[in-house]
């Protein structure tokens, strides 16, 4: 039962576009990692933590505002590449939503309903949409908003800030009731379940924040708000552009919050608060419960409502939808989430992706191969710019597409995600992913793959290309870029090389960071696609009218740091026992292991997995390992490579290497056949584990509903 309906519950999202039941719907997903994920259930650390949310107010109007200060105060939306009638809408500013604009219209229609609207086209590059500007403004905000606090950046426009610390130590120091001055902006927070008894809303909040009889937490959701309206004043003073925030217990609350009260405002919400506010929440609201499991929630079990959960026991709820989304649904509904703040700064991924709706869509191998090289190297600057300017390098690298066949009943099965290690340089990037292509083609036309082929059956609708498992680069002597200007290499880019890879995977190793490292060592890549199956904000965002936008994730915040020695002096502590390093100082020495890093070692890709479990998954879907309309590739059923011969290259694959690095654990649970076909290659043996108080926003936004 369990795992039926959560089969059927995970959004099936390719290139951002969730499909819910069997229905495309194109909708946004966040660039940072925050898209619909499926729910883990977290106990709430402690229910005192100071946690905020604050998001952009119609982030690519103000950005574009500030571009052209002449479109200030005017009715303003951002449109897409796309101009087919007007383009679509991505970005509508507060003036445009006064007259009825919405985010769903085209150009034309919002012209109909505000004939004065300006309409700025999206920057292009490369025939698709450049969001380079808004990213780069998003960063500007993100130095601004770190400054006080743990700061995850959330999209392009987000950031929580976990401001515990900071507000006890005001709480402790300077608490709200004993300071002279209080920034004003503070005051016209709107505080949830506040009784106003008459007074204004103004001098409710005010006799709020100066109350000192107050519960402990109540004061220290004060400190915060102190805290982000002093932020959000100085996100305007430094760069002109306004937010909101939500400020809260948890990041669930603090997400809610934000935008209740748009634009320029914050909003304070009170555990007292919680239970009437999530009572009445519809429970689509809800992160992570707009598509399959709120579908169910609502057919299955009436529930219309996040305050309608409450009927239902955490064992009910378990054994219909699994231990831990189960346990996740009871405890939102009672506004808890212990999911923590992360620090972390840059992306956790970079795609470039386009879609090609309708007739637009590519239908020969030579319009796919050039906007995947289109894509590619617009991915690869961003990887050269990352490496430059974070000192991080990319893994691996995802081919995402979205296709349907012509003429054929099977049209809904999707078309598979492929990944393989991602070797930097523009030429290399584009080879890679023209074969992961082919790869998913082949497993997506099926038996019908030679006909189709012949006759160009089949329509692509969507492409994308995606770099993650970005981590820093090892420290070290020597800059890691200077490494790659070496004069020996010849690409532009200066990063045609498989080197970086060697060198990073094997520090990755060392450094215990995952076994994804083995993958760039020998064949057989079992299990390294695991995590990256399981990451599923790798998926770009198409943009609802079938316009190309980006990809970005949240990582770590990588510390810039240096490589030292050459690439072989990294490769000893991946080997884990005394033997495998004796063989690789042999090895080193003749340089037979470099017949692993040969290029064309990357056309062989990693197709077997890891299969895990849903619970064994934390509950977390992914868009890479859920294909089609179930979640075939995570269980990894065939090897495939970018070659014809598929066989022949596997089974060199298992021989060539060598099989201490094996772990019989990941062995076991890999498919019957490929355990068959390693088995039968060697003996299983271990694997090595491898502002200014008193300003107001007031005049750039009169506060107006949210629209
Ligand atoms: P949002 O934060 O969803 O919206 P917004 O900032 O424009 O407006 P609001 O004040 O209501 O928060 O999105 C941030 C930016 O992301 C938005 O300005 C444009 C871009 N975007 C897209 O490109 N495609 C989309 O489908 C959506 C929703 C947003």
Request: glycine share 6%; aromatic share 6%; with cysteine.
């Amino acid at each position: 039962m369990f795992s039926s309906i959560f089969q059927n519950s995970i959004p099936n999202v390719v290139e951002g576009v969730v499909v819910v039941e069997g229905k495309e719907e194109e909708r946004r997903v966040e660039d940072w990692g925050e898209i619909e994920k499926m729910p883990v259930a977290r106990p709430e650390s402690s229910d005192s933590r100071v946690i905020a949310h604050i998001d952009m107010d119609c982030f690519y109007v103000q950005v574009e505002q500030r571009k052209q200060p002449t479109l200030r105060g005017h009715p303003t939306a951002v449109v897409q590449y796309n101009s087919w009638k007007g383009g679509g809408l991505i970005a509508v500013g507060y003036e445009a939503r006064k007259y009825g604009v919405k985010r769903s219209m085209r150009g034309d229609e919002a012209k109909k309903v505000c004939p004065d609207i300006q309409l700025v086209q999206v920057p292009v590059a490369r025939g698709k949409a450049d969001l380079t500007v808004y990213r780069d403004a998003g960063s500007e905000v993100v130095s601004i908003l770190s400054r006080k606090g743990r700061c995850e950046r959330a999209s392009i426009d987000e950031v929580y800030l976990d401001l515990t610390e900071v507000a006890e130590t005001m709480l402790a120091e300077n608490p709200p009731e004993r300071l002279e001055t209080i920034c004003e902006e503070a005051f016209k927070s709107h505080v949830l379940g506040l009784h106003l008894d008459g007074s204004s809303n103004q001098d409710s909040v005010k006799k709020w924040f100066y109350m000192s009889d107050a519960d402990r937490r109540d004061k220290l959701l004060a400190c915060g708000a102190l805290i982000v309206a002093e932020l959000r004043l100085e996100v305007l003073k430094e760069t002109e552009y306004t937010c909101s925030a939500g400020i809260a217990h948890n990041k669930m609350l603090a997400k809610l919050a934000s935008g209740m009260n748009k634009p320029a405002q914050q909003t304070i919400v009170p555990l007292s608060s919680v239970s009437t506010l999530l009572e009445s929440l519809p429970i689509k609201k809800m992160k992570q419960l707009g598509g399959k499991l709120g579908n169910s929630l609502q057919a299955d079990l009436c529930v219309d409502t996040v305050g309608d959960l409450l009927q239902f026991s955490e064992d009910k709820l378990q054994e219909r939808y699994g231990i831990n989304t189960g346990t996740w649904l009871w405890n939102i509904a009672r506004g808890i989430c212990g999911e923590e703040v992360e620090g972390r700064l840059l992306p956790k991924s970079h795609g470039s992706g386009k879609t090609f709706p309708g007739r637009q869509a590519l239908k020969t191998i030579s319009s796919v191969q050039k906007w995947i090289y289109e894509l590619c190297e617009e991915l690869s600057e961003r990887l050269v710019r990352d490496l430059e300017q974070n000192k991080r390098i990319a893994h691996t690298l995802t081919l995402h597409a979205s296709a349907h066949k012509l003429n054929d009943s099977e049209s809904l099965k999707k078309f598979p995600s492929k990944s393989c290690p991602l070797r930097y340089g523009i030429a290399k990037i584009q080879e890679d992913a023209l074969n992961l292509f082919h790869a998913g083609l082949r497993e997506y036309i099926g038996i019908h793959h030679a006909k189709m082929k012949q006759h160009n059956e089949w329509a692509i609708t969507g492409l994308s290309v995606s770099a993650s498992k970005i981590v820093a680069t090892p420290s070290g002597t020597h800059s890691i870029t200077k490494y790659f200007g070496n004069k020996n290499q010849t690409s532009s880019s200066a990063l045609e090389s498989n080197d970086i890879h060697t060198q990073d995977a094997a520090y990755l190793s060392s450094s215990g960071i995952g076994s994804s490292v083995e993958l760039h060592l020998s064949e057989p890549q079992i299990a390294n696609y695991e995590d990256e199956a399981s990451d599923k904000h790798d998926m770009p965002c198409f943009n609802p009218d079938g316009d190309e936008t980006e990809v970005c994730k949240a990582s770590e915040k990588g510390l810039a740091s240096k490589v030292t020695q050459s690439k072989m002096d990294f490769l000893g502590p991946v080997l884990k026992s005394e033997k495998q390093k004796r063989k690789f100082e042999k090895e080193k020495g003749n340089s037979s292991i470099l017949k692993y890093f040969a290029s064309g070692n990357s056309c062989s890709f990693p197709e077997p997995r890891h299969v895990k479990t849903f619970q064994e998954r934390g509950a977390s879907s992914s868009g890479m390992s859920v294909q089609g309309n179930q979640q075939q590739p995570m269980s990894g059923t065939t090897l495939s490579t970018c070659n014809l011969g598929q066989d022949d290259l596997r089974s060199d694959t298992w021989r060539s290497y060598k099989s201490d690095e094996i772990d019989p654990s990941v062995l076991k649970e890999l498919p019957p056949e490929i355990q068959a076909e390693v088995r039968a290659s060697f003996q299983p043996q271990k694997r090595a584990n491898i502002v200014k108080r008193g300003s107001s926003i007031d005049h750039y936004f009169s506060p107006t509903a949210n629209s």
